[in-house]
């Protein structure tokens, strides 16, 4: 984004860029296309009038919205044809202290992201808006061109999907959540099977996305003693031609995986009571081009 020094445009959008940042994201879960949304919205806004424009906050929200939206019903195609699981971009965080704002560092989880895929492009919008940014329905029925009554209605349908199919979100302190991460894999690289069912919950999941482009499960895998083996399997294929370093992504530990000189993925990592109970392995290589890029976000200006 190109921009003069003493732009008026420009300084009203650098400084609400970390927000409409997370509003894209969290719209579309790619931090790649997020970047393409802001982009443009930015060239649209370089054309308003400012004297037009009574509250900058709202407006650029509601820009950046409706871009996402646009990105999003034109991919849901593509997505349809997606072969295996789809999970978002893995987003590092330029700053670690997401944590302290619980509502933000849901909003951005793995797990959180997931759900929000089973709502429609509406719905997933309408969310982000009023449960995480307290936009107002009137706001936002503006924004996605409905009333404020059929908003309302969405919010209410979106709020219940949301809460049936997602865990009671528990803060982690990332220090203790990588901690157990990092005994888990130590673990694993020994084949100690009962040491990693000990820090497993019984209904943990792995979830890779490859879009059949590397090779990963296409279906979840289920359960601590099968979760376990692949874990075996995948720490022994590193220790022999590669390595695996701990990182942080979604503001959650992660460990990103090399086989000899190559990338080769993501996994982060969700901890439930103490014990983990998900990894989302991302393979898919189109997903990993802009993974070492630190992003900001924020919900307030």
């Given at each position: 984004m190109n921009t003069r020094p003493g732009d008026e445009h420009a300084e009203r959008f650098t400084l609400l860029r970390p927000l409409l940042f997370t509003i894209a994201y969290e719209i579309l879960g790619s931090a790649t296309e997020s970047d393409d949304v802001l982009q443009d919205s930015y060239l649209r806004w370089a054309e308003v009038d400012l004297a037009a424009v009574h509250d900058t906050k709202a407006y650029l929200a509601q820009l950046v919205t409706r871009q996402s939206l646009?990105?999003?019903?034109?991919?849901?195609?593509?997505?349809?044809?997606?072969?295996?699981?789809?999970?978002?971009?893995?987003?590092?965080?330029?700053?670690?202290?997401?944590?302290?704002?619980?509502?933000?560092?849901?909003?951005?989880?793995?797990?959180?992201?997931?759900?929000?895929?089973?709502?429609?492009p509406d719905e997933r919008a309408v969310f982000v808006?009023?449960?995480?940014?307290?936009?107002?329905?009137?706001?936002?029925?503006?924004?996605?061109?409905?009333?404020?009554?059929?908003?309302?209605?969405?919010?209410?349908?979106?709020?219940?999907?949301?809460?049936s199919r997602r865990k009671r979100f528990e803060p982690v302190d990332p220090k203790m959540s990588m901690e157990l991460t990092t005994r888990f894999f130590t673990a694993a690289s020994t084949g100690d099977v009962d040491g990693l069912l000990e820090m497993l919950t019984e209904d943990v999941v792995w979830t890779a996305d490859s879009?059949?482009?590397?090779?990963a499960a296409r279906r979840p895998i289920l359960g601590a003693e099968k979760v376990a083996r692949v874990i075996?399997?995948?720490?022994?294929?590193?220790?022999?031609?590669?390595?695996?370093?701990?990182?942080?992504?979604?503001?959650?530990?992660?460990?990103?995986?090399?086989?000899?000189?190559?990338?080769?993925?993501?996994?982060?990592?969700?901890?439930?009571?103490?014990?983990?109970?998900?990894?989302?392995?991302?393979?898919?290589?189109?997903k990993l081009g802009g993974v070492d890029i630190p992003r900001e976000i924020s919900r307030s200006v």
């Amino acid at each position: 984004m190109n921009t003069r020094p003493g732009d008026e445009h420009a300084e009203r959008f650098t400084l609400l860029r970390p927000l409409l940042f997370t509003i894209a994201y969290e719209i579309l879960g790619s931090a790649t296309e997020s970047d393409d949304v802001l982009q443009d919205s930015y060239l649209r806004w370089a054309e308003v009038d400012l004297a037009a424009v009574h509250d900058t906050k709202a407006y650029l929200a509601q820009l950046v919205t409706r871009q996402s939206l646009n990105v999003l019903r034109a991919q849901s195609r593509r997505r349809e044809d997606y072969i295996g699981p789809w999970l978002p971009e893995p987003l590092l965080l330029e700053t670690k202290d997401a944590s302290t704002d619980v509502v933000l560092a849901e909003s951005v989880s793995m797990a959180m992201l997931v759900v929000l895929e089973t709502l429609t492009p509406d719905e997933r919008a309408v969310f982000v808006l009023r449960e995480v940014f307290g936009f107002s329905h009137d706001e936002i029925a503006s924004t996605i061109g409905k009333s404020a009554s059929a908003v309302r209605q969405m919010a209410h349908r979106a709020r219940e999907h949301v809460q049936s199919r997602r865990k009671r979100f528990e803060p982690v302190d990332p220090k203790m959540s990588m901690e157990l991460t990092t005994r888990f894999f130590t673990a694993a690289s020994t084949g100690d099977v009962d040491g990693l069912l000990e820090m497993l919950t019984e209904d943990v999941v792995w979830t890779a996305d490859s879009d059949g482009k590397r090779s990963a499960a296409r279906r979840p895998i289920l359960g601590a003693e099968k979760v376990a083996r692949v874990i075996i399997g995948l720490v022994r294929v590193a220790g022999e031609n590669g390595r695996i370093e701990p990182a942080m992504y979604n503001n959650s530990p992660a460990l990103k995986l090399y086989l000899g000189d190559s990338f080769e993925g993501i996994v982060t990592v969700e901890i439930t009571e103490g014990r983990i109970s998900h990894f989302y392995a991302m393979r898919n290589p189109d997903k990993l081009g802009g993974v070492d890029i630190p992003r900001e976000i924020s919900r307030s200006v």
